[in-house]
């Protein structure tokens, strides 16, 4: 199954059908907002709100964990993240989508891991993103005519404020392309969770390091944002019918991430851990009960 997380634009896709708002259940907390489940031509796929409905939720306050583990109970495999960000090269203009690949995480104050006293794993975060979903993405951008650049560097900032003009030469001097708020821990928890995970940003300002244009404010980001959202729909809508027809997908590497991950010993697992890690982790946790 197919999730994208995002803004509530990306939902109101031409042809997705059977919709309901389902309750996502999770054992780490609250989740941003329920999960909208549909159709596109016959392919389940699911819509979460980052935010919630109406953007009520700061980045810093966004329950990524309960998140993520609410769309791999609902059976989620692959998540499309939809993310508005800032440019910091001048060849990035407004309006560009960048199929991200590196990361750098900036932030402070988020849980980034399920895992924990009682049961401790550590996965390769190398390569952060799926490189297969990429390429669909970049595929699918190409096909209908969306300003794409495939590769690119994200800094995650904790936010809320936007940078300062000093932060931001400091990012570009670290040849970051863009910056934003919310793809950390989500990629993180993605890939503890053995979901393929891909981001898409859509570039809406220069920042604030830019002396051509004005300083970043939340009024310019909202018009590019709501031109960029027919975008968005029509990508998602092309996407996928890839993905689904993708048959290496089972083979994926993203969905082996805890294989040698976890290091704590079976007897010294905690069962409180064990049961709150019952989706995340629960391929691996199953293959040691039935040794």
């Avoid at 980052?50 to 109970?73: T, Y």
């Avoid at 900032?157 to 932060?167: I, K, V, Y």
């Avoid at 704590?264 to 946790?285: C, H, Q």
């Amino acid at each position: 199954m197919l999730a994208i997380i995002g803004g509530s634009g990306v939902y109101n896709i031409e042809g997705l059908a059977n919709t309901r708002w389902v309750k996502a259940e999770s054992s780490f907390g609250t989740p941003s907002d329920e999960v909208l489940i549909g159709e596109l031509n016959g392919q389940p796929i699911a819509f979460l709100p980052r935010h919630g409905r109406g953007h009520k939720i700061p980045p810093s306050e966004i329950n990524f964990r309960a998140n993520i583990d609410a769309l791999k109970r609902l059976g989620v495999t692959d998540i499309v993240s939809v993310s508005a960000v800032g440019s910091l090269h001048e060849s990035l203009a407004p309006g560009t989508f960048v199929i991200v690949d590196q990361f750098i995480d900036r932030t402070f104050a988020r849980e980034k891991s399920f895992f924990g006293s009682g049961l401790v794993a550590h996965v390769s975060m190398a390569h952060p993103v799926c490189h297969r979903l990429g390429d669909h993405l970049y595929a699918a951008a190409k096909q209908i005519d969306i300003p794409v650049v495939r590769g690119g560097t994200y800094l995650v900032m904790e936010g809320p404020q936007f940078s300062s003009l000093a932060e931001s030469e400091l990012y570009r001097s670290w040849k970051c392309d863009v910056i934003g708020m919310t793809n950390m821990p989500e990629a993180k928890l993605a890939r503890e969770a053995e979901i393929c995970y891909v981001t898409v940003a859509m570039v809406t300002d220069y920042d604030c390091w830019h002396p051509d244009h004005d300083n970043v404010t939340v009024d310019a980001i909202v018009k590019v944002l709501l031109a960029n959202a027919d975008k968005a729909r029509a990508l998602v809508k092309n996407v996928a019918p890839m993905v689904k027809a993708d048959a290496k997908a089972c083979d994926c590497g993203c969905r082996s991430a805890l294989q040698y991950a976890i290091i704590t010993a079976p007897e010294a697992r905690d069962a409180k851990m064990i049961e709150k890690l019952s989706a995340v982790a629960g391929r691996m946790l199953k293959l040691v009960d039935s040794r």
